[in-house]
């Protein structure tokens, strides 16, 4: 199967975490055995687009890695309560799911910014044009997360 760049370059990533890879061709075959269709040069372009670089692992082997985020850069949680303070005007929730209102055509900002916090208790996000649907784990549920995302917005 072809996938889009981003599904693509997000199996990319998910391979170098579980694999020591050493080149382009290692990619595409790996991609292959999981029913992904791309060529060297596509590969090629999405690890440049990612950021991969080659580095040596213990044992002196180079391998593909994606650096971590720049130091400069802010924290996810900074970011994440700077997003929520601007964006969200309204929060709701229903046993483990939760409602973030906002703006109309702003609530991709602030499902993308919740899903790069990668905060534990929250499975996933869908937001449409003024509504995210945050997906909390029932052990803690969306009252708790509703009160959490609420305070960082200030609400």
Do not use: C, F
Not at 14 to 38: F, K, M, N, P, W
Not at 71 to 80: I, N, S, T, V
Request: glycine content about 10%; proline content about 6%; hydrophobic content about 45%.
């Amino acid at each position: 199967m072809r996938l889009a760049r981003p599904q693509r370059q997000h199996r990319i990533a998910r391979i170098l975490e579980q694999h020591a890879v050493t080149s382009q061709t290692q990619v595409v075959e790996l991609l292959a055995a999981d029913g992904v269709v791309a060529t060297q040069a596509t590969v090629s372009r999405d690890l440049e687009e990612l950021g991969a670089v080659k580095a040596r692992v213990p044992g002196g082997e180079m391998v593909y890695v994606i650096p971590e985020q720049p130091k400069d850069r802010p924290a996810p949680e900074d970011h994440l309560k700077r997003v929520m303070g601007d964006w969200v005007v309204e929060v709701a929730h229903s046993a483990n799911l939760v409602v973030l209102r906002t703006p109309p055509g702003s609530a991709h900002v602030v499902g993308s910014a919740l899903d790069r916090a990668g905060l534990p208790d929250i499975l996933g996000t869908i937001a449409g044009d003024d509504t995210v649907l945050v997906v909390a784990t029932e052990r803690v549920g969306g009252q708790t997360i509703a009160r959490r995302l609420g305070e960082l917005a200030g609400l």
